[in-house]
């Protein structure tokens, strides 16, 4: 059983920046991937960014070139820095881990709690 908490939301000019950090309780190095995710209001949850264990990124297109994912191994935390942000990047960022069973044959996925972003001026 891994919980997530995220933090470093806040509230945040355009153009501004922001670094959100997400704390595993057990260790990260046991997910397959970890990764954010956010959801605007009135609008589905989606993937931003995602980390797998050997180091592969994944982005949203609307994210590449100004977020960047990582992770700290040794402190159980993974990272998301956000520059550039724009008005449309205001949601609530969650950190989601994704690990796979191979006694149960299944994925289990594990969320944190969220944390807001707001960008305006």
């Known amino acids: 059983q891994v919980q997530l908490v995220e933090s470093g939301g806040g509230l945040v000019q355009p153009g501004g920046s922001l670094r959100l950090s997400c704390a595993a309780s057990?260790?990260?190095?046991?997910?397959?991937?970890v990764g954010w995710h956010r959801q605007a209001p009135g609008k589905e949850r989606e993937l931003v960014a995602a980390?797998?264990?050997?180091?592969?990124?994944n982005y949203a297109d609307h994210v590449k070139g100004r977020f960047t994912v990582s992770r700290d191994n040794a402190k159980n935390t993974l990272y998301l820095q956000m520059n550039s942000l724009k008005p449309e990047d205001t949601a609530v960022y969650y950190c989601?881990?994704?690990?796979?069973?191979?006694?149960?044959?299944?994925?289990?996925?594990?969320w944190g709690q969220g944390t807001q972003v707001t960008v305006s001026s």
């Open positions: 057990g260790s990260i190095l046991n997910l397959n991937a």
């Open positions: 980390i797998a264990s050997g180091g592969g990124t």
């Open positions: 989601k881990g994704d690990f796979y069973s191979v006694t149960a044959m299944r994925w289990f996925e594990y």
